[in-house]
Nanobody, 130 residues
Framework: QVQLVESGGGLVQAGGSLRLSCAAS????????????MAWFRQAPGKEREFVAR????????GYTDSVKGRFTISRDNAKNTVYLQMNSLNPEDTAIYYC???????????????????WGQGTQVTVSS
């Protein structure tokens, strides 16, 4: 399976910004990074993992959960095997562990259901203080 490593988390004040990165390595069944739709999920203490944002295999199609629309931007650089999440206007409700994930489908638009993802990173902590 493709291996994913997130970075860029940290502690930020409300209203601030962070940029998360997710670097992919390895190849499963000959697949390249560009064949995977990618997504970011997050999990706050005591809550279930929730979808945050997704991007299609070629970066042309993006989707967001309602609570982050207009504040977060997902992007990818297939030449660098990396997906990003730019987070602006952060608020304490955004505090969570953020995970990137690779969709099991090939050249797809990306799912919002965590069961459809075959590879996950270890997560990066984002804490927003009020």
């Amino acid at each position: 399976q493709v291996q994913l490593v997130e970075s860029g988390g940290g502690l930020v004040q409300a209203g601030g910004s962070l940029r998360l990165s997710c670097a992919a390595s390895g190849r499963a069944s000959g697949r390249t990074f560009s064949s995977y739709a990618m997504a970011w999920f997050r999990q706050a203490p005591g809550k279930e993992r929730e979808f945050v944002a997704r991007v299609s295999w070629n970066g042309n199609i993006r989707g967001y959960t309602d609570s982050v629309k207009g504040r977060f931007t997902i992007s990818r650089d297939n030449a660098k095997n990396t997906v990003y999440l730019q987070m602006n206007s952060l608020n304490p409700e955004d505090t969570a562990i953020y995970y990137c994930a690779a969709d099991g489908g090939r050249y797809g638009l990306g799912s919002t259901d965590p069961r459809d993802f075959l590879s996950w990173g270890q997560g990066t902590q984002v804490t927003v203080s009020s």
